[in-house]
């Protein structure tokens, strides 16, 4: 069974750092591009990163460039969200999802982490 | 402010049809494929429609999606109150540097 699981969500205070995994399991991760989507509470879903299958290409969304960083290890078939200096409007439901159906949009979800930012 | 545009809501009454628009520019909607999604809060989002038009496998035909020009709709026919959700759409967007956008979402309510 395709099963993506995250994990490293919690309470952490303004300007620390979290960092988030995303597991995977059912597929050969290493072909599949990985991307971080989060719902802060009460707004939309906000794309945060993507990282190719072969850690060759990363993006981030503006608001989390140069604070968040997006890896992997295929042999461990995990991909990670390192985030620093977390700020409240950080707070949000994160969630990692994979184009395995097509390229262009996101078919396989896991069931997501809340981070909450707050001193 | 979401750079693809979505109506906040909708409503209709169950077994009637709606309509979801997405307005986008040339660098987003123009030129690249467009996604929906239906999303209850604290779940994991599900894929709709791909590629502007398919639907994944386990997708009924009650849902279909069009593209035209910098604009993409989403069609939900015979509504259910199981259809009452928050629906997404989502493209990439390539200015400047390539990231991907999410329209701000719009809540169908069945009545």
């Known amino acids: 069974e395709v099963n993506l699981v995250e994990s490293g969500g919690g309470l952490v205070q303004p300007g620390r750092s979290l960092r988030l995994t995303c597991a995977a399991s059912g597929f050969r991760l290493e072909d599949y591009a990985i991307s971080w989507v989060r719902q802060p509470p009460g707004r939309g879903l906000e794309w945060v990163s993507a990282?190719?299958?072969?850690?060759?290409?990363?993006g981030y969304a503006g608001s989390v460039k140069g604070r968040f960083t997006i890896s992997r290890d295929n042999a461990k078939k995990s991909v990670y969200l390192q985030m620093d200096s977390l700020k409240p409007e950080d707070t949000a439901f994160y969630y990692c999802t994979s184009p395995r159906l097509a390229p262009n949009s996101f078919d396989t979800w896991g069931q997501g982490t809340m981070v909450t930012v707050s001193s | 402010q979401s750079v693809l545009t979505q109506p906040p809501s909708v409503s209709a009454a169950p077994g009637q049809k709606v309509t979801i628009s997405c307005s986008g520019s040339i660098s987003n909607i123009g030129n690249n494929f467009v996604s929906w999604y239906q999303h209850l809060p604290g779940t994991a989002p599900k894929l709709l429609i791909y590629?502007?038009?398919k639907r994944p496998s386990g997708i009924p035909d009650r849902f279909s999606g069009s593209k035209s020009g910098t604009s993409a709709t989403l069609g939900i026919t015979g509504l259910r109150t199981g259809d009452e959700a928050d629906y997404y759409c989502?493209?990439?967007?390539?200015?400047?540097?390539?990231?991907?956008?999410f329209g701000g979402g719009t809540h169908l309510t069945v009545l």
């Open positions: 989502g493209t990439w967007d390539s200015s400047l540097s390539a990231t991907w956008v």
């Open positions: 590629d502007n038009t």
């Open positions: 990282i190719s299958g072969d850690s060759g290409r990363t």
